[in-house]
């Protein structure tokens, strides 16, 4: 009879010991954590800001060398008898001006002609010029006469010519100077660690706190059974999982909805608008309205999003979010849409082609042969010219069928598609769901757009590559688009029918893709795309 006073005390004793050993328990693990995270982050941010600025010499120098090699001065300068009166002053300008360790100009023969120690003109340059000679710009790191350094060689050449070498120039940053830039971007890499360790620990102690509050009496077992059991639901979902509370702060999130939504790994508790989402989106889960199926462009990825609010007693307690990711079937349809219209444009074509066919026949079956044949050869020779000049300045075969196709489509409809005759693609490594959905979206806006203007109803389009870059140019005849800011963003269209889904998805393939996509707002808009290259393309 007297057990029962002194058991109860001694097991709520045993489960405060308990729940304090689970939190001194996590909050040494996330210390431990935190500590490496840091760590580690700091370190990759050194490494990453010494490659940076090593990366940012070697553009520099790359560029001033070049810069330099093509100067009218320089080039006739080095064949005067005299190169050093006139390039030494120039160049020690040019040095200190951009900031680099030395500028070099020198003979074919490494005889320098200029060098920010006067003693070491016309002595020989150390380095390797081999590649300059024969006309090709080069980055390297060499030991020279000031010591280990970034340097780029470029060949200089003769006026009026580009392969006749009539002397070289060098440009170089130490790396003593590159070690000084590195060195004053540490103090502020070291602060944001220590704010990210003070930041993370407080953090930490906090979580600490609030679990011994909240876990009421639970001990680490009961905890590690209820994760497991929620651990394993939440994986068995296929679908993104995203539950919000009354206040539009994330309660529950499974690994597919931090997937799709590009999350970072714990947003329990934050607010929909903190999250990063694109803006339709935060603001459809903010209003926490009933949504069944609908399309949302978020990041790079193409969703589908249910949204069913939670509302007992006519009150919002919060809402169940489902997630489908969109992307590649979006893509696939993109593709199809294309492939139907070529098919489509074959298919009118085919009639086309029948209809002045049988033209052709009868002109001749009432002996006027002369002209069937210039009926024939005038039809024929229009379609052959458009067909041979896509199919020769673009090597990329999805890219030549959409335009085929799309010329097509809007000849039928009564628009001209004029495609620029300096276009010229070769192999760009871009995949070709990412091409036809830029170049086909803009090209279907455009079509629309030139209908909704006055005649002449035309679209013109230019593909070419520079530097690089594939750059697109796609212009129309129609009014223009009045909110250019907006014109990207999902829901934005000025047809009656349609769902403002296009050009999002234009903008999220060139983003995907590492590109740029602008647009000038009219009369007639132009909408601009470049994109890198992924492969070499040989001219």
Do not use: C
């Not at 390297?140 to 780029?152: D, F, K, N, Q």
């Amino acid at each position: 009879m007297h057990t029962s006073p002194v058991r109860i005390p001694a097991v709520l004793a045993r489960s405060r010991r308990e729940r304090g050993s689970l939190a001194r328990q996590l909050l040494g693990l996330q210390a431990l954590v935190l500590v490496v995270v840091v760590l580690t982050l700091g370190w990759t941010a050194v490494v990453d800001a010494r490659h940076a600025v090593e990366d940012r010499a070697t553009n520099q120098a790359r560029s001033i060398a070049e810069t330099i090699a093509d100067s009218p001065l320089v080039r006739e300068a080095v064949v005067e008898p005299d190169p050093t009166a006139v390039l030494q002053p120039y160049v020690e300008q040019v040095r200190a001006d951009t900031a680099t360790s030395f500028i070099t100009v020198m003979a074919p023969d490494r005889t320098r002609f200029t060098h920010p120690d006067p003693a070491q003109i016309g002595k020989p340059f150390r380095g390797n010029i081999d590649q300059a000679l024969r006309g090709t710009t080069f980055t390297e790191t060499y030991t020279g006469t000031l010591g280990p350094s970034v340097r780029a060689v470029a060949p200089i050449f003769a006026v009026g010519s580009s392969t006749d070498v009539v002397a070289l120039v060098s440009v170089g940053i130490t790396v003593t100077a590159i070690g000084a830039d590195v060195a004053t971007a540490l103090p502020g890499v070291l602060g944001v660690a220590a704010a990210v360790l003070a930041v993370g620990a407080l953090g930490s102690w906090l979580i600490s706190r609030r679990l011994r509050r909240q876990t009421h009496g639970l001990g680490a077992q009961p905890l590690a059974r209820m994760l497991e059991y929620y651990d394993a639901v939440l994986h068995a979902v296929r679908e993104g999982l995203l539950l919000l509370d009354g206040d539009r702060r994330v309660q529950l999130v499974n690994d597919e909805a931090r997937r799709l939504l590009g999350l970072d790994a714990d947003v329990t508790g934050r607010h929909v608008t903190e999250l990063g989402l694109s803006p339709e989106l935060a603001t459809t889960l903010s209003q926490q309205r009933l949504a069944v199926d609908e399309v949302h462009v978020s990041g790079d990825r193409v969703l589908v999003v249910s949204q069913m609010p939670a509302t007992p007693q006519g009150r919002s307690v919060g809402a169940v979010v489902t997630l489908r990711d969109h992307t590649d079937l979006q893509a696939l349809t993109g593709e199809l849409d294309s492939v139907r219209a070529f098919a489509e444009s074959l298919r009118s074509q085919a009639h086309e082609a029948a209809n002045r066919l049988h033209t052709t026949v009868s002109l001749v079956e009432l002996g006027r042969t002369e002209e069937a044949v210039e009926f024939a050869t005038a039809e024929l020779a229009v379609a052959q010219r458009l067909t041979d000049r896509v199919v020769e300045a673009v090597e990329e075969p999805v890219l030549a069928a959409l335009l085929l196709g799309k010329a097509a489509t809007a000849h039928e409809r009564g628009v001209t598609l004029e495609i620029d005759p300096a276009t010229s693609v070769g192999a760009t490594g871009i995949p070709g769901g990412d091409l036809v959905t830029i170049v086909g979206n803009l090209l279907d806006n455009a079509i629309d757009a030139a209908l909704a203007g006055d005649p002449p109803r035309e679209v013109q389009l230019a593909l070419w590559q520079a530097e690089g870059r594939l750059e697109l140019r796609v212009e129309d005849t129609g009014p223009g688009v009045d909110d250019p800011d907006q014109v990207f963003r999902r829901g934005w269209t000025t047809k009656a029918t349609g769902q403002g889904l296009g050009l999002a998805l234009v903008a999220q393939a060139v983003k995907r893709n590492g590109g740029t996509v602008s647009v000038r707002p009219g009369p007639g808009a132009e909408f601009s795309v470049s994109l890198p290259v992924r492969a070499a393309v040989s001219s």
